[in-house]
């Protein structure tokens, strides 16, 4: 059997609306799975070893982001930070999967505003390294050509 918990720390006054679909369509006309294929079909993983962070600053006309986190069948421990500016973190996911091989963590994360970075924090010991795959999902023409400031 499978499980997906999802959970809301926060506060009271910050309630959480939350789904998860199987076979939803997106405004692409492709599929989350064929979404999340491309993703990792494209290559150009980064690792980021076990207590390691990788923080990744894009351009104002990314609305949406792509977040593919594997492993190579270990245990995936992370955090992913969404931040608007210095240290000022906006969302925060913690993932864990047993296996990042069969059942990675794949996410399309909003963007708005300027200053957007992504953080992400292998919280597993260094014996765990994780790959990130992190594209633009949605972008502005605002003239912008780089789409990734780093």
């Given at each position: 059997?499978?499980?997906?918990a ?8 910050f309630p959480l609306?939350a789904a998860?679909?199987?076979g ?30 990788r ?15 594997t492993?190579?069948?270990?245990p995936?421990?992370a955090r ?8 000022n973190?906006?969302?925060v ?18 963007t708005?505003?300027y200053g957007n ?7 597993g ?6 790959d ?9 023409d605002?003239?912008f ?6």
């Amino acid at each position: 059997k499978h499980a997906v918990a999802v959970r809301n720390t926060g506060a009271m006054e910050f309630p959480l609306k939350a789904a998860v679909e199987v076979g939803s369509i997106f405004p692409s006309a492709f599929s989350m799975e064929e979404v999340a294929y491309r993703l990792f079909s494209v290559g150009g993983a980064k690792t980021i070893q076990g207590g390691a962070v990788r923080t990744i600053p894009f351009s104002p006309s990314v609305t949406s982001i792509q977040l593919m986190l594997t492993t190579d069948g270990r245990p995936l421990n992370a955090r992913v930070e969404m931040l608007q500016g210095p240290d000022n973190v906006k969302q925060v996911m913690e993932v864990y999967t047993e296996d990042g091989s069969s059942r990675p963590f794949f996410a399309i994360i909003e963007t708005p505003g300027y200053g957007n970075v992504v953080r992400i924090v292998n919280t597993g010991p260094m014996e765990f390294p994780i790959d990130c795959r992190i594209e633009p999902y949605t972008v502005e023409d605002n003239g912008f050509d780089d789409y990734f400031l780093d």
